[in-house]
């Protein structure tokens, strides 16, 4: 599939748009395709099969507007899979259709790909940004807070075992969970 390029910023606007609102043609109304967007949105998004279509292709050209895959298209690659993993959208966005597909069909691989699939993002993520600043420490603040008992934080930090092994005991059954996003909340703070 061969894409133009893009503003990425605009990829990854229209990429939302279409993911949330693309049943009511807001995708097609960014961009600016008025006859279209009004179709899309009085048809129910082509009763939903337009709306999938749209949104795993919008994905797939956000995910191929940033060549350099730095840091920014690393943490978006990441909130893409921990929203919409389970339907392969990031698999898309990384430019992986065909696996992108696959774990749609299979919801996620029954969740066990979604969960590997964004312990690898976070780590990923974390190793993009060298310089460990305010906006990484927020990342992990936030990952901490909402994904921590999957052990997410710890892999965006690095730490491939700590993160397996705060996955196998979902976040030490709340208290390591707890302890981090806690701590990760106050250095996230102190910035």
Known sequence: MAVATQDWRKANIRM???LY???AGADRFYNGQIGW????AATGGGILVWWIIDAL???YVAGQAEPARGWWWQNMRLLVGLIYGFFG????YSGQVLWGIIKLITFGGFGIWWVVDNL???SQAGKA???RDWGWNQIRMALSITLGFLGVDRAFNGQAGLAILKLITLGGFGIWWIADAAYYSYLAGSD
């Open 21 to 23: 609102l693309g049943w």
């Open 37 to 40: 967007g009004i179709l899309k």
């Open 16 to 18: 939302w748009l279409s």
């Open 120 to 122: 690898y993002w976070a």
């Open 57 to 59: 292709y919008y994905a």
């Open 129 to 131: 940004r060298p310089e």
């Open 89 to 92: 959208v990031d698999r898309i």
